[in-house]
């Protein structure tokens, strides 16, 4: 069995991969296992820094082989290689510190109530072998190596990942790189490895060597992947990233204020990477006396229809949308330019519009995430029925707020914060910059915990679990939780956060 | 339909109690509901706080009804009420501090690469209504007002508690002064409820208002449980602290150089409670040539039977160690008393011997923990014979090993630490001090998360979500992510933990 990778600017074929048959799953199973525990921190965070180093070296191979099978573009996935390569470093820095292993003492102390406790260390370790289902609209930043497989390794996993098929032969690229700089480094084989094909994803994802997964795409594939998890005889956690509409909310002085900019930043949120963003803006809920539908038509109305990631999410766009604007009561406001002639995956623009009423009325029915070119408004009479579609809307990664110039948006923001993982006030929700407080997150459908983020400093405690030492000798505790602290780690010494050695 | 609870002791019945009705269930979590989100990290101190003052104020009424349906004994549950209020007060005081909400802070960069950032800030809250259900063995510490409920208050989450059957009178009582307490300290209503019957919890775990469940029990029962959460159509998180064997490793110089007060500690230690802790010593690992299954068996032939928590417990360890002396290569070492005649749960001590060739040929038949007071020993003859049946042991809450004076027993602490979430040397693995670096869960099937626990401070981040907010006005953030900082709570700040206001 292959793989065929597809050019989806004009159909033609880049190449295929050979899936990967059940021996040599197999054996990619046993080397992961055989690598847990293997090195420490120190030695990790060299290994993602030669894996960061070898793709920008690579760089001017592998930017137009990811347009090719992905059609995004030289100057989006230059920036999305330098975001992948940075996060590498920024999970490896936030490792090299300590502070995701959380360390802990709590001294001896033979007067605690209600009985004497002994002296208690805890430290965090990689919870076992990880395995990574990779992305297709981000093939460096949710691939390959992408934050997934970055924040695993951060957390002293090994790492198996689940190529993703549209861009497999990037894939196989990527992973060569990554070998590569890998074993260049000295990390163990069973460190990284990269597997192709459905079949061998939900055999490792029901194999016993695997201990945690992680996934990045449609609610359908995470929903099935993560009852494969949960329904194994040990069950694992699988965090899963699925579908957001990402709530607009544009207020009434907003609206008045300044129509023209938040048209013109919507026009640039929805269509950024062709609507292909996990954080696409998809319902934007204006004033119902607002031009705000007008105005955003007007500006896509010449656009050239985008090419997508390949044809089957053009099918699932073009469907989707048939069947929302056959709802009663949803508008099409208006398109961008009919796609080209040829067998490109082009999908045109389109702008729906709709009432506060009819969602509330039909709340599946409109708020289903569309992933491509496209957005809906949803317009609002009163206060009583904004508040009423953002109780409705559904569990979301983002929300954000337009409000006029120092206007009073906290009850906005509070309702906000109970839907989505991250709120954005007068900014737009693409672009999820990799930081120590970004969230990227958030209720059911958007994730399958909402505890948990696959950007940022926090995308790393997914894979850790905490490991507790009572009474034990010094030379068989964990380096960082021994007495002296040589490196200046922040460790919690008796509930207290400091840098101190333990007397 | 109602609930008859039985004395243990003598098999007469204390009481009875009726079920919660679907119309009941329906109005509990409708009050649940309402209270997500009311009130702040202060008040809700203040509200546990009162928790744990009027339980102890009525230590002398609740003590006596515990013991009539556990048989526990009034100087255990009077130790066990001590911890419990105790756990409600230190939790309050971690939640006090502001260190498990995590606050963060990323002030805007504009240099930030590869693209610049905005202002973004992140705190955890709770996640929405946590759904506690009760266990038998601590009818204080691990049920109504216990470890779960204080930690999911701690978090922000009101608490439905699906009370035990096994003391549903004591459930009742505590449950009335929880009620009395929390309304004399201003607590919303939906704070805090408490159902009773099978029907009931199920139905509260399938609700689309309960956003979490935690649960202490049995393997059948959690594994169920757990497989109802994650099937869900929004599935939610659900930890559920289960089964486990905690395997103790005697080296060869510790059998030499202190077998007596190795027998005298493992005899204290697998008969506390009667043998129902979930952390009770279940696998003793001793070199072949020592004589420690001869000197626990002299330890414990002369105890009487102890009263198990109710007849179904005693029926199960009974049917249980059957099954076990009954397998090929296990052998009987040696028991306690005869049961007395009557109607009381009583169980004989029982301790098992079998060889580490007989457990890795049989590990499931061997290895099943059996809750009450038995032991197994499983002799070893080599370091390699120890090595694999380390590797073979299933996942733990613990791990202990008992030292020659000055042995270096790291490779056995690393091994242990594979399988176990809490490592302990020369101790032993019963009592469960509430302190920060506590960790109480493990590999499965000790848990379905290795990754939580559900003693200690760490055990309220099973019920917070985090939120972030990108450049958000400060009236409309939450108080511990504005600029002052005049609580002096510890917050990251572009990456670095401090109590400083953000300038």
Redo the contacts between chains.
Sequence with gaps: MTITSVNPVDGTVVGTVPETSPDELRAVLAAASAAV?VGDTADRVRWMTAVADALDARAADLIPLADQESGLGHPRLT?EL??TT?QLRFLAG?AA?G?PFEP???TADPG????P??D???IK?G?GVALVFAASNFPFAFSVAGGDTASAWAAGCPVVVKAHPGHALLSEAVGQAVRDALTAAGAPEGFFALVHGFEAGVAALAADEV?VGAFTGSVAGGTAL??IA??RE????FFAEMGSVNPVVVTERAARERAESIAEGLAGSFLLGAGQFCTKPGLVIVPADSDLPERLTALVTDRPAPVLLHHGIRDRHATGIMGLLGRSGVELAGTGQEPPAGDGAHARITVASTTAATLLADVEGVTEEHFGPSTVFVTYSSAAELRAVLAAVPGSLTGTVHRGADE???EV??LL??R????????WPT?V?V?????H?G???AT????F?SVG??AI??F??????????A??LPIWLRDANPDGI?R?V??V?TTAAVN
């Design positions: 525990g920036s330098g975001r940075g936030y510190s502070q802990t003492i709590d605690w109530t209600p009985t406790r002994s208690l260390r805890s370790v919870i201990a993560h009852a949960a329904g040990r069950p694992i956690p009073d948006i906290a923001v509070a914060a109970r989505a993982g991250r709120v954005v006030v007068d900014e672009g910059a930081t120590w407080a970004q969230f997150g209720p059911h459908p399958t915990d909402a505890r983020t400093a926090g405690t997914r850790l679990r905490p490991v507790a030492y009572q009474n034990t000798p030379d068989a922040v919690r008796d509930g956060l």
